[in-house]
């Protein structure tokens, strides 16, 4: 009986193709052996055309980066760090990707194995892992703050109740009245401080455009004449599981915000509110890789956000508008998180822009 061919073996330079980071096998002239499939992404370009070029010709003043390669190829160094410009063609113009490039020595070969990290990547993934902890943090507070206020807050009513059936003079009673008044409008801040970990999250099938119309219907209907809402749709967006009205309320409140923070244009009549959304791919979320993500783009044509509280607007009570509760950005973070999402925020007087990244299926 004849035994079946053994399966075929995948090769350690196949296995770099796993890797979420570029990996390069180069020699000290410039001859590259072999580039990973993260290096093509980046590139926008086949592995054949990677390969075609000399491997420094995609930097940046590479004369450092090719002393380097030589230096750890000769062994003076098993391994060596430093920071590069990675030329991209296909990108705008004079916009090279910044990159931590660590080269490391390899066994019986003249060969050595360069790995790139960019650095926009590891700083984004250094603030989404700190707006995680944030949001964590925020529900601790929020829940510890909440109950410490619930607990003597409807003694105080019931207090009040009694007093106000009590007296005689007008004047207590309706001193009495001031006080359930009171009362009653913090128990409503605590029930929305609550709200968002009381309620079940409900799973069903989303369409990210059927959320964005929704939104906007209700920003129009709030502010019908001088507000212009753009519309960008990327109709290729997969429906995707997720919590419906936990997305439009997150939506609604970044972009109910921004229609705020636009009075003075709509009065002026050319305040500008833009909804796109796109697909991103090869995305890294909360420390996993996602072949493909949502990205949705809320931009307003405001005065942007002041720069004392840029750094805190997903912190509970902070707001930069008069009256502002400062649970809005809360909200829709906390919502944005339970879908393995983040809120990234770019602001500057006449262009913020908010970004909701989610993973798609």
């Known amino acids: 009986m004849s035994l079946p061919p053994p399966a075929p073996q995948r090769s350690g330079h196949e296995a770099f193709d796993l890797l979420a980071t570029m990996v390069a096998l180069v020699r000290p002239d410039g001859v590259c052996l072999f580039a990973n499939a993260a290096f093509e992404n980046v590139l926008g370009l086949s592995r054949r055309s990677v390969l075609r070029r000399e491997w420094f010709d995609w930097f940046v003043e590479s004369d450092l980066l090719r002393e380097t390669v030589a230096a750890v190829a000769r062994n003076e160094f098993s391994t060596s ?13 004079g916009e090279p990707l ?18 790139l990290i960019e650095i926009e990547q590891q700083t984004r993934q250094d603030r989404e892992e700190r707006a995680r902890g944030q949001v964590q943090a925020n529900k601790e507070l929020i829940r510890n703050l909440a109950h410490e206020i619930k607990n003597p807050l409807g003694g105080i009513r019931g207090a009040a109740q009694l007093l106000q ?15 359930i008044h009171e009362a009653d409008r913090l128990q409503a801040l605590v029930d929305r ?14 369409n990210i455009h059927e959320v964005c119309e ?36 997150a939506v609604l409140n970044i972009a109910h915000n921004a ?17 796109r959304t796109r697909i991103a791919r090869q995305v890294t979320l909360g420390k996993r890789r996602y072949r493909l993500a949502l990205e949705l783009h809320i931009e307003d ?36 998180a339970q879908h393995q999402g983040t809120i990234d925020c770019d602001s500057e007087p006449g262009r913020t822009l908010f970004k909701i990244t989610m993973p798609l299926p």
């Open 259 to 275: 229609a705020q923070a636009l009075s003075e244009r709509i009065a002026a009549g050319d305040a500008r509110l833009n909804l």
């Open 301 to 336: 044509n405001g005065p942007g956000i002041p720069e004392a509280i840029r750094d805190r607007i997903f912190y509970p009570l902070v707001s930069g508008r008069d009256g502002g509760s400062g649970l809005g950005l809360t909200l829709a973070q906390t919502f944005v």
């Open 165 to 179: 059936m009590e007296v005689e003079s007008k004047a207590l009673g309706e001193y009495a009245q001031v006080i």
């Open 98 to 115: 910044l990159v931590h490039v660590i080269v490391n020595q390899l066994e019986d070969s003249d060969a050595t194995l360069v790995e």
């Open 81 to 93: 760090r430093l920071d590069a410009q990675l030329k991209r063609p296909f990108s705008s113009p």
């Open 193 to 206: 401080l609550l709200a968002p970990h009381r309620r079940p999250h409900v799973v069903g099938d989303v």
């Open 214 to 249: 929704r939104v906007r219907s209700l920003i129009l209907a709030e502010f019908p004449r001088g507000l212009t809402i753009e519309r960008d749709y990327d109709a290729s967006i997969p429906d995707f599981r997720g919590d419906r009205e936990q997305l439009i309320q």
